[in-house]
C-alpha cells in the first residue's frame, strides 16, 4: 500500500459517491412525476404514494450510514492519536484539537507530529495547514 500524504489521502468510490446519488434523485423525480400522473386514478394511487416515500427513505438511509460510519472511525482515530501521543510525549492530545485537526496529524512523522499537535493547538491551525506542514 502505498504512503498516504496531502494529495492522496481522500478517496471517493464512483458509485457511492456519484452514481448513487443520480439514481436516487432519478428516483425521486420518477416517483414524484408517478404520483401526480395517478392522482385521477383512485386505484393507483396507494402504490404511487409508497414508492413515492421510498426515495427519501433511501436518502436518509444513504446520508445516515455513511455519517454513523464516519463517527466510528473519528472515534478510531482520535483514541489512536492520543494513545501515539501519549507514547511519544507521555501526555494525551490537546482538548483544543478539533476531529479536523486531528485527522490532519494523522500522517505526521513521528519525529514532528508532538510539536506539530502542540502549534496546531496554540494557533489553532487549519487542517489543510497543518497537512502541508510536513
Given at each position: 500500500m502505498p504512503d498516504q500524504n496531502f494529495k492522496n489521502h481522500g478517496r471517493?468510490?464512483?458509485?457511492?459517491h456519484f452514481i448513487l446519488p443520480v439514481a436516487l434523485l432519478a428516483l425521486i423525480v420518477g416517483s414524484v412525476i408517478n404520483l401526480f400522473d395517478c392522482l385521477h386514478k383512485?386505484?393507483?394511487?396507494y402504490s404511487a404514494s409508497l414508492i413515492c416515500l421510498i426515495g427519501p427513505i433511501l436518502v436518509l438511509i444513504w446520508f445516515y450510514a455513511r455519517g454513523?460510519?464516519?463517527?466510528?472511525?473519528?472515534?478510531?482515530?482520535?483514541?489512536?492519536?492520543?494513545l501515539r501521543h501519549f507514547a511519544i510525549a507521555g501526555s494525551l492530545l490537546d482538548q483544543r484539537l478539533t476531529m479536523n485537526q486531528i485527522i490532519a496529524l494523522r500522517f505526521a512523522p513521528n519525529e514532528e507530529f508532538a510539536a506539530l499537535a502542540?502549534?496546531?493547538?496554540?494557533?489553532?491551525m487549519k487542517p489543510a495547514e497543518i497537512k502541508k506542514s510536513y
Open positions: 471517493y468510490i464512483p458509485l457511492y383512485s386505484d393507483a394511487l454513523f460510519a464516519l463517527k466510528a472511525q473519528d472515534r478510531a482515530i482520535r483514541a489512536e492519536e492520543n502542540h502549534r496546531a493547538a496554540e494557533e489553532n
